[in-house]
């Protein structure tokens, strides 16, 4: 059975959810972002504390 986003019903487009990834491991983070792009959402990957905050 096929799951319907948000929208899909009627032919709308659901806006893109946001996630921000922190790891200080580049890889766990890229492959953890990658993974939720396959599901829809938009992410950003970053590997630097003091840049965690200012996101």
Same mark, same amino acid.
């Given at each position: 059975?096929?799951?319907?986003?948000?929208?899909? /019903?009627?032919?709308?487009?659901?806006?893109?959810?946001?996630?921000?990834? *922190?790891? !200080?491991?580049?890889?766990?983070?890229?492959?953890? /972002?990658?993974?939720?792009?396959?599901?829809?959402?938009?992410?950003?990957? *970053?590997? !630097?504390?003091?840049?965690?905050?200012?996101?």
């Amino acid at each position: 059975m096929q799951q319907l986003r948000s929208g899909e /019903a009627n032919g709308a487009v659901a806006p893109r959810r946001r996630i921000l990834i *922190c790891d !200080d491991e580049c890889e766990i983070a890229d492959m953890v /972002a990658s993974l939720m792009e396959r599901e829809g959402f938009s992410c950003r990957a *970053c590997y !630097d504390p003091p840049a965690k905050r200012s996101r």
